[in-house]
């Protein structure tokens, strides 16, 4: 059974840091694009971050300068490290494993950042 697990999420105050994590299971995590997308309150889901089996990143451009996102293939985890945050990046933030096949996401982690 695979399983996309995320935590890290929370309430800070504006310029503060976050780092969520999304462990997997079930998958041969190595194959797998990552990605961080983020839903907002009666938006659509938009992607945050991505990175390729081999390393490659994209992000976009409302967090350019300010999001990393990394992935540690030994422990089947990918991170989203969260710098200088606004108001307007509170969403539910879901992890994504692409595979040769399917797709998979998580159930979400909500990151709240009000004053």
């Known amino acids: 059974q695979v399983q996309l697990v995320e935590s890290g999420g929370g309430l800070v105050q504006p310029g503060e840091s976050l780092r969520l994590s999304c462990v997997a299971s079930g998958i041969r995590f190595s194959v797998y694009a990552l990605a961080w997308y983020r839903q907002a309150p009666g938006k659509e889901r938009e992607l945050v971050a991505g990175i390729s089996e081999g390393g490659s990143t994209n992000y976009a451009d409302s967090v350019k300068g300010r999001f990393t996102v990394s992935r540690d293939n030994a422990k089947n985890t990918v991170y989203l490290q969260m710098n200088s945050l606004k108001p307007e990046d509170t969403a539910v933030y879901y992890c994504?494993?692409?595979?040769?096949?399917?797709?998979?996401w998580g159930q979400g982690t909500q990151v709240t950042v009000s004053s």
């Open positions: 994504q494993a692409t595979g040769p096949i399917l797709t998979y």
